[in-house]
């Protein structure tokens, strides 16, 4: 291998700082593989303010990711093994895989300053002699890690990449770069390293794959070829969606393998087909995810960033594998004022996956209305097992507590009957998860109307709550019997809830940042937020809501699937059981 490598023409010492312009003279043909990485687009952590980053880490600051504040040191006498910031392990992640140098490249790139590269090779120098005692490797999982030895290769491949287009090369770091991206080769290649059925094994699997091309090794990408297309047969179902509970990872695993599909096609492999095409039908159902204003839906282990919105034709889709609906009204001037809606019951796998099971999202008018509780992140404390629990989705509490999920569990959730037409929508999910109750919610949408309907059956005493957790943006406006008036933000809309069954005793819960209980959302990691919940409950053995929850404008219209009707013509007879909305009959 090294025969080979040694047929790159490397430069005998670094440019100047005053021969910066010569730097494209530089004769780097050569026949070996440092050139090969001009190929390779690798992830950048850090796409604006780089430079002041950059200076950061110079003047004793230290960056890992564009989220974490950053952590005075001294290069001199730096402890590799810190534990930093509120959040220590994504810290200690990104440190073992040298997003500083990454960082650091990025800046000389962007200034051609050769003492961010000088100082990169400082720090690759400290970690290594940190990493060669055994003791180090023993004490920090992040040394050697499936995750930071994937980022780390990475990084490192673009800093030569940088260092090898722009000349500043010399022998000894032929040397040095030949060893350790061949040992992180050899290690991401092992497969009692190697993790399975998660997305951080497609991103070992794709760095394998960028060094196998580097070095020239089928072996390496053979091997990561057969391992990708077993992690695509876990990742998604039968109607390509993505299992992890999460749109994120959703978004990140489809990024995945996009990339990969875009690497193999530059170099011409012919999996490059196969995974694209793959992709393309994961778009559909991540598209229907994004709310009107171009944020995705909280759902599980989500963070709600921004995306790019896709104007979508169709105005609902339902995916019955998956359980999840979605309504998008798509008929108001400006798309972020359309109505959305989310309901979602079932799982396959617990990756990442929330006691959300019969919950749902509602947007409407510009603004969040009934939210979800959020990410949180994954430390192991009271404020995740809350935003894990069902009091943080929009559903049924039974004697606040939460039901348990496992890969053992998936058959006592999901939907039972589903019917999809031009008036209305019908949905029914169950949960039989909570010990000794058997929990159903019958969803029904019709535009800008929700109907619940919940049954809960117990040979026990409970108390069972219905859960609406409001966005920042909602007020509550008026509270009378059985019924809540909220007015969405600075809009003439407003949202009528009301109860048609046994009087359920109302709470208005407002949040508290330091307790782990409702009236809390966290709309990105390590981000916890104030808001209202409201609690409806009642109790009994056998107890059922059913509940109308409508969008009304100023002069009392409420919108439909087909057309408009009056909320006064919202009527329902408790006799039969039956809601008359306009014209049309649900019972």
């Known amino acids: 291998m090294l025969k080979r490598l040694n047929e790159v023409n490397t430069v005998d010492s670094y440019y100047n700082q005053n021969e910066v312009s010569d730097i494209k003279k530089c004769n780097l043909k050569g026949g070996g593989y440092f050139d090969r990485c001009a190929v390779i687009e690798t992830d950048k952590r850090y796409n604006s303010k780089v430079l002041d980053t950059a200076k950061g880490i110079l003047n004793g600051y230290m960056s890992v990711y564009p989220r974490i504040e950053p952590m005075k040191y001294d290069i001199l006498n730096f402890d590799w093994n810190v534990s930093f910031s509120n959040i220590p392990s994504s810290f200690q992640l990104y440190l073992q895989g040298l997003n500083p140098i990454q960082i650091l490249a990025q800046a000389f790139n962007e200034s051609k300053d050769k003492n961010y590269l000088e100082f990169a090779l400082k720090l690759l120098h400290s970690w290594r002699e940190y990493a060669s005692k055994d003791i180090n490797i023993k004490n920090n999982r992040f040394v050697w890690g499936e995750h930071s030895t994937s980022i780390r290769a990475e990084n490192l491949i673009y800093f030569v990449k940088i260092c090898f287009t722009h000349g500043f090369w010399n022998n000894d770091m032929f040397e040095e770069f030949s060893e350790i991206l061949f040992e992180h080769g050899e290690w991401l290649n092992n497969n009692k390293n190697y993790k399975k059925n998660h997305n951080h094994g497609i991103i070992m699997d794709k760095v394998l794959l960028y060094l196998g091309y ?23 179902n039968e109607e390509m969606i993505h299992v ?10 489809r990024r995945l393998f996009l990339n990969i599909g875009d690497f193999l096609k530059k170099i011409n492999d012919d999996l490059s087909k196969r995974i694209l095409l793959d992709m393309e039908k994961t778009t559909e159902f991540l598209n229907w995810s994004v709310k009107p204003n171009g944020k995705i839906a909280l759902i599980g282990d989500t963070n709600e960033s921004p995306c790019d919105i896709v104007f979508k034709e169709d105005i609902k889709k339902f995916y019955p594998i998956t359980g999840m609906f979605f309504y998008c009204s798509n008929k108001e001037k400006e798309y972020k004022n359309n109505t959305w809606k989310m309901f979602k019951s079932g799982y396959t796998k617990n990756v990442h996956k929330h006691a959300d099971d019969g919950s749902f999202i509602l947007y409407s008018k510009g603004y969040d209305i009934f939210i979800d509780g959020g990410n949180y992140g994954y430390q192991k404390d009271d404020f995740r097992n809350f935003f894990l629990s069902a009091k943080a989705h ?16 998936t058959d006592t959730v999901g939907i039972s009957e589903y019917l999809i037409n031009t008036e209305y929508d019908y949905i029914k999910a169950f949960n039989k998860a909570y010990e000794g109750v ?9 535009g800008d109307i929700t109907i619940l309907y919940d049954n809960m059956y117990s040979e ?16 509550i406006e008026k509270i009378e019997e059985n019924k809540v008036i909220l007015k969405i933000a600075d809009t003439d809309y407003y ?3 009301i109860q048609y069954a046994n009087n359920p005793l109302l709470s208005v819960i407002e949040g508290n940042i330091n307790v782990a209980g409702y009236g809390l959302i966290s709309r990105s990691v390590n981000k916890i937020e104030t808001i209202t919940t409201l609690k409806f409950d009642l109790e009994g053995e056998n107890c059922n809501f059913i509940t109308l929850i409508s969008i009304v404008d100023k002069y009392g219209n409420v919108k439909m699937n087909e057309g408009i009707c009056k909320k006064e013509d919202l009527i329902f007879n408790n006799l039969s059981q039956t809601f008359n909305l306009d014209n049309i009959k649900i019972e």
Request: proline share 1%; hydrophobic share 35%; glycine share 2%.
């Open 495 to 497: 949202v009528e809830i």
């Open 438 to 446: 058997k929990l159903e919610r019958k969803f029904y949408s019709s």
């Open 214 to 236: 580097v070095f020239d090794n089928k072996n390496w990408m053979e091997n990561a070829k057969k391992r990708l297309l077993e992690q695509e047969h876990f990742a998604f």
């Open 244 to 253: 992890e509970n999460s749109t994120t990872y959703g978004f990140l695993v």
């Open 394 to 409: 929009n559903s049924i509490v039974i004697d606040d507590k939460s039901y348990p999920t496992s890969n053992k569990l």
């Open 460 to 475: 026990n005493r409970h108390k069972y709550s219905q859960i609406f957790n409001l966005s920042e943006f909602m007020k």
